[in-house]
């Protein structure tokens, strides 16, 4: 059985503050969607979304602080 796809109707999509706004390789990511993390590159926001369950995101960010 699979599961019902996400209601990202009223995703409140964000970008990195490391982005430098002028259209770079950017992640956006929706931390207002009950269950999992939207995720979709800013340069093509109605194309695909990528959905990540929460404790995967939060190993993600960790990971990435830990390299800058």
Known sequence: M??????LSNARWRKSTHSN???GDCLEFADNVPSV????D?????GPVL???PAA?????????RLG
């Open 21 to 23: 706004g002028q259209g």
């Open 2 to 7: 699979r599961a019902a796809p996400a209601d």
């Open 37 to 40: 993390v939207p995720v979709r």
């Open 57 to 65: 995101w939060a190993a993600f960010i960790v990971g990435i602080r």
């Open 51 to 53: 959905l990540v369950p």
């Open 42 to 46: 800013s340069k093509n926001p109605t």
